[in-house]
Structure formats: structure tokens, C-alpha cells
């Protein structure tokens, strides 16, 4: 049973434009949330995190939100720019060091 | 400095035989994890070494399934008797101390490629 769930694979957003991506989780015990980026034949490489004291966390262009009343969160990049294509992977951890992955949501922004 | 790396970058063998990954994790973090990401899927946790703690073997998948890590640095994952079902990348990460906080990020090598005819 997922415990992460991205359910947009993909999504498709003009240079420039907001791009939104969102994460759904069931496991009320993740306490830790990360967004890693992952482009192709590399490693994922850690964007931006938030713990679950927290609502709100921003890192130049990105922002992370946590619902943790809904179990979502989501990932905004704004202004979205071509070099930001990748493949976008949700994370979450009970404090227990073990990440729990989503399946992924490729974003790729259009010049 | 360098980061996490791994090898081979991709591996092709036949069913059956047995393979091992190699991964070098960031100097002095004393936390490694291997992860596997099938076509398709999420990176899947397969175990989690912690300094001199016994490893956390929970997402092993199989008994085919085996990893150490010698001399708290360098790991090799071990599979035995590969099945076309292993086919995957498999990564590697390292962290500074093998919290999830903040200051605690996983760092993740290339993966290995590994597909099983």
C-alpha cells in the first residue's frame, strides 16, 4: 500500500509560469518531508524539506506547503524555468531515518 | 568534496547469476542507505546501516538480498541467483548521522543500472 502518492506523473508548465506539484501521504506518523529532483542517469539530489511543525517553507524559488490536517503537500516553483525539468520525487520519514518515496511527477516547463 | 559514488554504472547479467554493487558514500558520514527504483516506481528502501549499529534490513526484498558495509565506508549490496524482476536502478545515499532533520540530508550517488536478461 503507498504510503506517499504523487498522482500526477507528469506535468507540463510555461517558462515563467507557476509550477505546482502535489504530494499526498497516509501515514500519520511522518513527521519529515522532502522534495527531491532528479534528472535522467544522475542520482536524486535534495531540493527543499519541511518538518511537520511547520506549514510553510521557502527556498528562493521554491516553496514547500504542509496540510498535515489533509495529509498534502505541495511543491511551488515560481518563476518555473526550462532548467527546472526534471523528475520531482515526494519523500517522507517518521523520524526513523528510512525515507518513504512517492512514485515521481516529471515536470517538464516549455520555453 | 566528492560525493556518493557507485559501480558499476550499469550492469547487464543473465538469470541466475549472482551480481554486487558497490557504493562509496560521502567521506565521514557515518549513515548508508540503499534504495532501488524499479521502472515506474518510487525509490523503494531496501537497508540503512548506521555506524556500528546492526543494519536495518526491513526492505531487503528477498534472502537473495544482502549488503555490508566494511570498515563503516564503502558497501556492496549482494544479489544472489538474479531474477528478470530485479532489473532496476539501484542508489545509493549517505547522510552525515542518519536522522531525518534538517541538517541530516541524504546524498544520493548515480545508482547502478542493472538489468536482468
Known amino acids: 500500500d503507498q504510503q506517499v502518492k504523487q498522482n500526477s506523473p507528469s506535468l507540463s508548465v510555461q517558462e515563467g509560469r507557476i509550477s505546482i506539484l502535489n504530494c499526498d501521504y497516509t501515514n500519520s506518523m511522518f513527521d519529515y518531508f522532502l522534495w527531491y529532483k532528479k534528472y535522467p542517469a544522475e542520482g536524486p539530489t535534495f531540493l527543499i524539506s519541511?518538518?511537520?511543525?511547520?506549514d510553510k517553507n521557502e527556498d528562493g524559488r521554491f516553496t514547500v506547503f504542509l496540510n498535515k490536517s489533509a495529509k498534502h503537500l505541495s511543491l511551488h516553483i515560481v518563476p518555473s524555468q526550462p532548467g527546472d525539468s526534471a523528475v520531482y520525487f515526494c519523500a517522507a520519514s517518521p523520524w526513523s531515518e528510512k525515507l518513504v518515496f512517492g512514485k515521481g511527477t516529471k515536470l517538464t516547463v516549455n520555453p | 568534496g566528492a560525493g556518493v559514488s557507485q559501480s558499476p554504472s550499469n550492469k547487464v547479467t543473465e538469470k541466475g547469476k549472482d551480481v554486487e554493487l558497490r557504493c562509496d558514500p560521502i567521506?565521514?558520514?557515518?549513515?548508508l542507505y540503499w534504495y532501488r527504483q524499479s521502472l515506474g516506481q518510487g525509490l523503494e528502501f531496501l537497508i540503512y546501516?548506521?555506524?556500528?549499529?546492526?543494519?536495518?534490513k526491513s526492505g531487503l526484498p528477498s534472502d537473495r538480498f544482502s549488503a555490508e558495509r566494511t570498515g563503516g565506508s564503502v558497501s556492496t549490496l549482494t544479489i544472489q541467483r538474479t531474477q528478470q524482476e530485479d532489473s532496476a536502478v539501484y542508489l545509493c545515499?549517505?547522510?552525515?548521522?542518519?536522522?531525518?532533520?534538517?541538517?541530516?540530508?541524504?546524498?544520493f550517488g548515480p545508482g547502478t543500472r542493472l538489468t536482468v536478461l
Open positions: 545515499a549517505s547522510s552525515p548521522n542518519g536522522g531525518a532533520s534538517s541538517t541530516d540530508t541524504q546524498y
Open positions: 546501516f548506521q555506524g556500528n549499529s546492526a543494519p536495518d
Open positions: 519541511i518538518s511537520s511543525i511547520k
Open positions: 567521506s565521514g558520514h557515518t549513515a
